[in-house]
């Protein structure tokens, strides 16, 4: 079956960095586009940003250009969303997704498969 495992995340003070990774398997990595979305208690989950299947397109949310880069390799079925200059309202529940379609897509019900979700926890 199809599983995206989540790895890093934890707990980091203002302007640290972290990596979460996310590994594939049960899918053709490579055919689907990735996001990372996260959600803080009693908000709706958000798109952080999206990457294309070959990798060679991005985005990020407003909110963390310049701070978060995502990037994958195919030959590794693996996903990496780059944390860096962290903020206390980047705390949140993280999760990566897979979609199947196309083209890219920015809301929740277009995403296929998730991961487990992994806490990022920035304190001031």
């Known amino acids: 079956q199809v599983q995206l495992v989540q790895s890093g995340g934890g707990l980091v003070q203002a302007g640290g960095s972290l990596t979460l990774s996310c590994a594939a398997s049960?899918?053709?990595?490579?055919?689907?586009?990735m996001g990372w979305f996260r959600q803080a208690p009693g908000q709706e989950r958000e798109l952080v940003a999206t990457?294309?299947?070959?990798?060679?397109?991005?985005n990020v949310a407003n909110f963390v250009k310049g701070r978060f880069t995502f990037s994958r390799d195919n030959a590794k079925n693996t996903a990496y969303l780059q944390m860096n200059s962290l903020k206390p309202e980047d705390t949140a529940v993280y999760y990566c997704a897979a979609d199947g379609h196309v083209q890219v897509q920015t809301t929740v019900e277009y995403y296929d498969f998730w991961g487990q979700g992994t806490q990022v926890t920035v304190s001031s």
């Open positions: 049960g899918l053709s990595f490579s055919k689907y586009t």
């Open positions: 990457i294309t299947r070959s990798g060679s397109s991005t």
